[in-house]
């Protein structure tokens, strides 16, 4: 693509660059072998202080004999720091920094006997226009609670107290009932079809709830256990979706049959509303058992309340920043990620998973728009960080790190950690992270009152 070209010769590397796209751009840097030479001997001096050569004491090698044992090694350091150099001087050349290097080319031809070329392919981070960000008009929601929540929270929580009796009689709403159950299609077991969906497979003995409120389970049979009693048999049939609402891909549009046999049915026994009962909600009586809940209940829906006002601040203002480009690499990270996540949740089968890995890239566009549209958001919340010079303290990250590592399922925090500190970009990544918190944090509490 034809763009903007320009040189320069202010310092011993030259340069020119080429406008790719609105963020990304092709940056051709020319090193003397000067400058090469400079490297190599810097590079040979840490060689020849660490290596250990037979008949010479560490660190008092020949220079020519620690490269010629150790030449393709010496090489690929002196190509490091001419890439570390040249980064180091590209970062002069934008205020606005750069987000990524995408491609480097050059590397394997460096030598310290000749001029080299780095050909550097970057995405610059975006300049934002950021807007009066304190002040923001956000309402605080009302909140209140109603006497019929507080009624159910209390029949919830006799429910939480409740004991089962095995009782001789048919099954009613709320009763748990003990059976098993065979499903089959066309004849053959839904275990064998699909032997990763047990829950609608064959099971010899388990418990269900009946009726309509139980949102787990074959709906089908929940429903039918109402009106069945111990010894009874019963045929359910369940329809399953055609389209991806069903995650077991041989089941889709088919519809299979479950023989069902009753063992058992034990009713709900709610606790009396007395003595022993508050005692052990740690309450005095009911009124005081309904304060209580009506305290909690408040101060879940204030919580909300300042979550969702957090989160319509955020969208405030980001609305009225004007719009900017995303660097293309960021994109593509972030919908990958999301792609990620997504497959994690809909992939059953291992073909699934084969299938994804081989259209990968083009299943990350599909979410692209998501990707850019929380992008938006971390560029301009990081830039409010930037401008209001936002510092993380080592308690506040090493907290950051904690929560990261149980939402990734690695209960070694301290090897958690250590692997992030081990990585510059997931350090930043996480010092990032801390920063839009902040940034958040500082946008609610300046809202307009």
């Known amino acids: 693509m034809a763009g903007s070209h320009f040189s320069t010769t202010k310092t011993s590397v030259t340069h020119t660059i080429e406008d790719i796209g609105p963020l990304r751009k092709t940056a051709t840097l020319t090193i003397p072998a000067a400058t090469l030479a400079e490297h190599e001997k810097e590079v040979l001096k840490d060689f020849a202080a660490q290596v250990r050569l037979p008949g010479f004491r560490p660190g008092h090698a020949p220079r020519d004999l620690v490269k010629r044992q150790f030449g393709q090694a010496i090489g690929s350091e002196v190509a490091q720091k001419a890439l570390t150099s040249g980064m180091k001087y590209l970062r002069e ?4 920094g750069i987000q990524a290097i995408v491609n480097v080319e050059g590397l394997e031809s460096i030598s310290a006997t000749a001029d080299a070329t780095l050909t550097i392919t970057l995405d610059l981070a975006p300049e934002i226009t950021l807007p009066e960000y304190k002040g923001l008009d956000v309402p605080e929601e009302a909140v209140f609670v109603a006497d019929e929540e507080v009624g159910k929270a209390v029949e919830d929580f006799r429910s939480t107290q409740s004991r089962f009796e ?3 009689r048919a099954a009613e709403n709320g009763d748990y009932v003990k059976l098993s159950y065979i499903g089959t299609v066309d004849g053959k077991p839904v275990k ?6 047990s829950l609608y497979g064959t099971h010899t003995s388990t418990w269900e709830e009946a009726g309509p409120a139980n949102n787990a389970g074959i709906p089908e049979i929940a429903n039918g256990l109402v009106g069945k009693k111990a010894g009874d048999k019963a045929t359910f049939l369940h329809a399953f979706p055609a389209g991806d609402e069903c995650p077991f891909e041989e089941l889709r549009g088919k519809t299979a049959s479950y023989e069902v046999e009753v063992f058992e049915v034990r009713a709900r026994i709610l606790p009396e509303l007395n003595e022993e009962f508050f005692k052990n909600a740690n309450a005095t009586d009911l009124d005081d ?5 009506r305290d909690r209940i408040l101060k879940r829906k204030e919580s909300e309340a300042a979550t969702l006002r957090r989160k319509k601040a955020v969208e405030t203002l980001v609305a009225q ?3 900017f480009p995303i660097p293309e690499s960021s994109v593509a990270r972030v919908a990958k990620t999301l792609l990620i996540d997504s497959a994690r949740a809909s992939i059953t089968t291992e073909a699934e998973a084969k299938e994804l890995a081989e259209a990968f890239d083009q299943e990350a566009k599909k979410f692209y728009p998501e990707a850019e549209k929380r992008l938006k958001e971390v560029f301009i919340l990081l830039e409010i960080a930037k401008k209001e010079d936002v ?3 080592r308690e506040e990250f090493s907290m950051a790190l904690t929560y990261a ?3 990734t399922g690695e209960h070694d925090v301290r090897k958690f950690a250590s692997a992030v500190m081990k990585d510059p970009e997931l350090h930043s990544l996480y010092l990032d992270q801390v920063r839009q918190t902040k940034a958040v944090n500082l946008i609610f ?5």
């Open 93 to 96: 050349q934008f205020s606005q």
């Open 166 to 168: 095995v009782v001789d």
């Open 192 to 197: 064998e079809i699909a032997p990763k969906a």
């Open 289 to 293: 058992l309904k304060k209580q809940l």
């Open 321 to 323: 920043v004007p719009d």
């Open 391 to 393: 510092k993380v303290t």
């Open 405 to 407: 590592a149980y939402q």
């Open 445 to 449: 509490e300046n809202l307009k009152k």
